[in-house]
DNA sequence: GTGAAAGCGCTAACAC
DNA sequence: GTGTTAGCGCTTTCAC
């Protein structure tokens, strides 16, 4: 392995003159800084990290906080999209990202308290936000630089975030269902410990409300990000003697669970009907039929939580603390009403 | 930040004695074991990473990187099968995990050298395999721990490879295809500089030729890992005066691709032209028709590569330089002829 | 402009 | 069993 010291004896200097060669120092003769430049070419010279690092208290490196446990969100191909934003942004600034994964609630904490603590990393994007979340409180006690892809819940009012408007999002979906002629209108949610099935459900409670339609709790159902679930979902729903007319359904693959199902048990979509869901993965418009689905810019999201991250490290000034991306609904045939239906 | 020396001091023993109750050493009295242990659990330490690692000359850490152009691969629904099996392998060995994706060819050796010459990671594993990869190469050449993912060609032969054995999965797709009574079977490949494309197709036409069958060039078409790159090939095999009654795809999301375009042009699968592809995402399963694909094993193809990885860092022998993982044909009915074909 | 020296936080001989 | 010392590879005052 050559070091900074072999490259100063072979050019003949001191191994502070090749540290400031590569700092590019400003007040290092053009000769020198040549000479050693081209030496360390012909030796192969590259710093190692770790000793730089260890003076500089600085590592160039990001954690991603997978949420727990982690198989739902890798099943869900709106991983990869919110991975590649954040990867594109933070090559591009010269971070490097560590992906960590915890299996209990006692390891999630220990496991950023060894990155954190342990100067590990200069900052982490934690994924998946809970009510209540402990992890957030380790990091906001701690001040040390993150930012959330979702939101925080009140209590962590100053934490840094990088949400879309789950609310008016929910309210969008469900009012375009309305506009359909819909009035008997399902839900289908995740997680209810998540910020997101939360806001969700409210801007579709808000839209039954603003509409003078009546939500019904048995027409509420809660689940995980998967595609089993939707079919529970389904098979409960479908089972009841008052059936909702329209579902909104909060995750892509979710929906697909409840298409399936009901393409199994020979309903058809949207004349039975109909979906709305979100995340817009390339599995939406792949369905059959097409599925409607909230498009939340993934890939933003994701570079957008990286750019705010690196900014707050380099200690540039930033003026909001929550960003919202913008969300669009897109509207396929799952949802389109031939024939309106009535109740 | 609190240190050893702090913990030293508040204990009233040497840093050296510290740094042995950290590391487990034996002979340390159980008495002053315990007191550190609950003074550094008083104080909150950690011990910092970076410095660990400049002295041990290990990171415990392994890169990952990704091949160019990473946007292929995110999309592709089977990565994140793969990087669940890398992170849970790793993540239980105690080993962090750094995602890295190069931007253009010089840059990809200039991350890895980085990483490599930098000692910044302890091993890397390589996503998918090109034919001459100058990657290999270099990391061949510093005898730098290194597992690959797929199948390094002839002039590698003592590169690490965990594989499927792709030749025989193509021919098991092929023969499954003639086995329904098809006669005319065309391969739609991906990009050609990639071994997994150039094993596919050898076991492709080694069916066929065992079949007495002929291959044509036009019924076989390459493209990327890419949907519309499927679309474009169902357009030209369509458009062909011959046509094929069934195809063998690369991979799914290319099969979905052609499959969609087919249902566009108001084609029916299998009726029309069945379809095998490969990877066995979840979207074949859920695709309409159902797409028969071959099951690859891409967790344990991940968890396998990890696994094997930290065995050549922890220099436990290894017995065999290439590891095969099983692939299964799942048959679903874009291939099972109800009527089959003659030419 | 460049060198000498100290130190980042930790480990590992070598003493005793 | 535990302390002392040197040093991992680098940066950064402080001299000159």
Redesign the pocket.
């Known amino acids: 392995?050559?070091?900074?010291?072999?490259?100063?004896k072979a050019a003949?200097?001191?191994?502070?003159?090749?540290?400031?060669?590569?700092?590019n120092?400003?007040?290092?003769?053009k000769?020198?800084?040549d000479k050693v430049k081209r030496i360390m070419e012909e030796m192969g010279?590259?710093?190692?990290?770790?000793?730089?690092s260890?003076?500089?208290?600085t590592t160039r490196t990001l954690a991603i906080l997978l949420p727990r446990p982690a198989e739902e969100m890798f099943q869900d191909f709106f991983f990869g999209e919110l991975l590649r934003g954040i990867l594109t942004q933070s090559t591009r600034a010269g971070y490097d990202m560590l992906l960590t994964a915890a299996t209990s609630e006692q390891d999630e904490i220990d496991t950023v308290a060894r990155l954190v603590l342990?100067?590990r990393v200069d900052g982490v994007i934690l994924l998946s936000s809970r009510v209540n979340d402990p992890l957030i409180d380790y990091l906001n006690e701690r001040d040390f630089p993150s930012v959330l892809i979702g939101r925080a819940d009140s209590s962590h009012e100053n934490m840094l975030c990088v949400d879309n408007d789950n609310v008016q999002a929910a309210f969008d979906a469900t009012r375009h269902l309305i506009s359909q002629g819909h009035e008997r209108i399902g839900f289908v949610s995740g997680p209810p410990n998540l910020t997101l099935s939360h806001d969700r459900m409210q801007g579709y409670l808000k839209a039954l409300e603003e509409a003078g339609l009546k939500a019904r709790s048995e027409w509420i159902v809660e689940g995980e990000f998967l595609q089993e679930s939707g079919y529970r979902a389904m098979s409960f729903i479908m089972s009841l003697p008052e059936r909702p007319t329209a579902l909104v359904v909060i995750d892509d693959v979710v929906a697909f669970g409840v298409l399936r199902g009901l393409t199994e048990l020979g309903y058809k979509v949207p004349k039975d009907l109909s979906i709305v869901s979100f995340n817009n993965i390339t599995l939406s418009e792949l369905a059959s039929p097409p599925i409607s689905s909230v498009d939340i810019g993934t890939y933003q999201l994701g570079y957008t939580a990286s750019q705010l991250l690196l900014r707050i490290i380099q200690e540039e000034p930033v003026h909001q603390r929550r960003i919202v991306i913008p969300h669009k609904l897109v509207v396929r045939d799952s949802s389109i009403s031939i024939a309106p239906k009535r109740s």
Chains 1, 2 share one sequence.
């Open positions: 392995m050559v070091t900074i010291k072999d490259i100063a003949g200097v001191s191994p502070s003159t090749v540290s400031r060669v590569v700092s120092h400003p007040r290092i003769s000769e020198t800084s010279y590259h710093p190692n990290v770790m000793a730089k260890l003076v500089s208290k342990g100067r």
